[in-house]
Each structure stands twice: as C-alpha cells, then as structure tokens.
C-alpha cells in the first residue's frame, strides 16, 4: 500500500480500519462482501476518515493478525482464506487483508445464515445482500445459467415451439449482413433449442426454460425497455416515455427506432449525393441495446432503461457484472457470459458476431464517429453506458429548395436511405403530451413546439417558426414541409402570404 493509494481513500475495493474491533462482525461484513464481489483489501491501522496512518505496536502486531485469521475461520461460510501481511507505510507497521474473488457463492457469516449475512459492495459500502443478489450469487457459485433453468408455470404447445423456430430464423434471414450469409442460415429444430437450453427435455417430453419465456416475452417475467426522451440533462423532465414488452428482438427494434427517432439527422453532399448522418452511429447504438438485452440480469426485475438527454444517450442494463467481469476488461473484449441459452440464439439470429466483441466495436465506431469515447458507470447493480451526443449539422445544397428534402428526424436511415417506419402508436404519458385539446402531439421536439404554437394561435409562419426555434428560415421551412408530410399541418396561401395551419383532416 503506497501513500498514495491511502490518499485516495476508500473504494470498492479498498477499506481503512483504524483499530481492530473488538466484535470481529464489524469487519468480517466486507471480508464476505469481498469475497462475494471481485475481491478486495482491509488495511488495519490507518483511520477511514483522516487517512492517517496509525499503525500499530510491533509487540502486538502478530496477536492481531492471529485474531483476525482465527476470527475470519471461525466466521465465515463457505471457507474464506484471506492473505494477511505486515505492510511499513509511512514509518509505520499495518496489517493488509487481502480477500480474493470467491468461486463458492454466496459467502456470509455463518451465525447470521445466508438469509441474513450475505453482503456485498456497493459503490464503496457494504451492504447486505438483496433476495435477488443471493439468487445472482448462488447461479454464479454453481456455475449454472439462470436463463436455462426450467420456467416454472409456463407451458408451451408444440405450436408455440414451432413458432418460435420460424421467428428465429426469420429474424436470422432479416439481420444476415450478406447473400451468402443468408444463404448458409438453416432451419433451427428442437434439438438445436435443447442444446442451447432453450428447452428442457424431461421423460421425451420438452419444457421451456426461462430463456425461452424472456425470447418470446411470455411466462409471467416482466421483461421490458423502458425508453424516454429528457429535456435537459437529468430525469426532471420528461418528453416522452414509451415501454416495449414482447419477444426480444421486437424490443431491440423498437428501442432502436426510438433512438433515432430522437436525435438529431444531418446530410452531407458526396458528388451529386445526399448521404444521410446522424450524430451517433446507428450500427452503435444498436450494439448497444443488444449488449444490454443479452447480458443483463434476468433475476433482477428491473428494466433496460434507454435514455436521451440533451447532451448524451445513456443505457442501462440491470443486475450487477458476471463474476470474473470487470469494466476495464470488458472494454478490452473480454467476455463473460451471463446468460448462455440467450447468447446461443442472438448468435443465431445474427444479432450478435463474435462473444466479447461487441463492446470494442462500439467503443470504435463512437470514436471513428468523433465523439468522446463511450462512459462505462456502475457494474455493482447495474451498468450504465453513456455516449455523448455531437453536433450535426446539415451542409447548403446549391438549390434553395433542396432545404426542404433535409429531415430532422428519422424519416430516412443512414446509408440504405430506407424509410424507418413509426410502427408504434402514439399513447399521451404526461400532461405534455396531453394540451386541452386532446391533440395527439408529433415524436420531434422541434414539431411538438411548432404544433403547441398553432394550436394555440391558429396558424404561424415560416419566419415565425424560425424565430421560435432559433434556427434559420430554410430550417423552419423544412420542418414545417415534414409536418405538411405528417399530415398534422396544411400549407395556406402563396409566396409571403404563406401560412401554416391545423390539418383537421389528417389529426
């Protein structure tokens, strides 16, 4: 332990004690939480608050590490064999308990039982484990997969198995990259299921596994995505909120299409083409929500949560890291698998490449982008992944009335310049969307404050709506020219006695 390491203080993996305690309970909650998460050190002899190294007498230094190997025996359950040395720090003897990352979870204190003494470390802390952490803990502890465990009250016919083949491998067909890609998909069958252990085969007859009831979104597990759009850069103030249920990959589209939906589109001109850019890469963002789908903690009832804020798209997939996992080597392309009979099945259907991979390839493609590089937060109870917005903006066409082909939106997709449609109905969720007149309200920001503007005051102008956005008039013209498009607006009059109005036929 250098001087410096102690002047950063505590941390998930580091705690001071000033003296040994007298009740070895108050400092064997962190050996078991210790123990429980990815390992960590307990330095006797420097005070948690000042940082000041204390250290002790070497008359008695030996008795205490004696106490503290003997109290550690004594006290926890399964066996934890911490490394205890002698350290000089500043002139001064402290003792160092190092406890490694366990392999026989869930680990705690043997007079409290396993119901009330696992703990765990969160954010610095020690805290006692949840219902949900112990289950987390005992599937790590037996080397088993939640997801392919039986799904206790689900029964599925042989249609429902059916079914879920021909989804598979049309999701496969659709997400194939190349036509010899496509080409070389072939038919899933029950006996690829089972050995992915997406069914259980019991006395010849097939039961599904909780993979197969997350898959289809059946079964009685509440698996969701939560997506919102906040203005601002906190949850103060939302200004949408939608949540997706169904079978998996109808949520990956969903939330994907939100994203786009709700950041910002720009064009350049190569030649004589447009090309469509957004300011984060949609193949990243993608990736992203697919990590959170296949990796997240399905013990955990939480959601995904996919978030737009003003300055950054932020993800976050509940249930903390697998046990062996960390940030740093998850970055690197280091895989560990929480859920395998999933992983199998996005591997299938092309959702996902290589194990480990996806990561560094997001990482990448938001640098090659120009953005800062993606923020990694959390991974003791969940892990949060922002990635900062840029600025896009859209280059002058020579002719004026090319404005009005710019989208502000996700009218178009990049690169295939396909239409990406809005499949999902418009619901009102707050009293933003919700104005006395009961109208239902556009998906952009920039629309949603033209529309209020009409209905309000009947009508508005080109040079009104630049004035009301902050944007240029070839800017407010193409916006006011989407909405004509979205039938919530209809064009009145010509030339400078041009207004916009409510199209009471198309709303």
Known sequence: ??????????????????????????????????????????????????????????????????????????????????????????????????????????????????????????????????????????????????????????????EDIDALCKAMKEQAVKNARTEEQKASIKDVGRQQLRSWGVLIERDGKDYPSNAFAILTGNGGLHVATQCGVFKGTTKAVFVDRREYTGPLWEQIDEAFQFVLRNIHLGATIVGIYRQDVYEIPPDAIRELIINAMVHRSYLDHGTIQVAVYDNRLEITSPGKLPMGQTLERMKEGYSKIRNEGLAHAFSYMNLIEHWGSGIPRIIGKVKAAGLREPEFIGGEVDLRINIYRGQVETKDYNDLNNADKVPDNTAEMPDTHKKVPDTIKKVPNSAAEMPDTMERLPDNEQEQQIFKYVLENSSITTAKAAELLGVKPRRARAVLLDMIEGTYLKKEGAARSTIYVKNTKGR
Not at 17 to 25: M, Q, R, T
Not at 35 to 48: C, L, M, P, V
Not at 63 to 90: G, R
């Open 1 to 158: 332990m250098t001087i410096e390491e102690i002047l950063a203080g505590e941390s998930k993996n580091v705690e001071f004690k000033e003296n040994l305690p007298e009740k070895s309970i108050k400092y064997m909650k962190s050996v078991v939480a210790f123990a429980n998460g990815t390992g960590g050190k307990i330095i006797f002899g420097i005070a948690d608050k000042t940082r000041e190294v204390v250290g002790f007498d070497k008359e008695d230094v030996f008795k205490k590490m004696d106490a503290i190997a003997n109290a550690v025996s004594d006290s926890c359950e399964p066996a934890i064999i911490p490394d205890i040395t002698l350290q000089t720090v500043d002139g001064k003897t402290v003792i160092v308990v190092e406890v490694s990352e366990g392999r026989q979870r869930p680990y705690y204190i043997q007079a409290l039982g396993r119901d009330g003494g696992v703990y765990v470390r969160v954010a610095g802390t020690t805290r006692l484990a949840d219902e949900y952490m112990i289950k987390e803990l005992l599937f790590e502890g037996s080397n088993r997969y939640y997801d392919q465990a039986l799904c206790t009250g689900l029964n599925v016919t042989d």
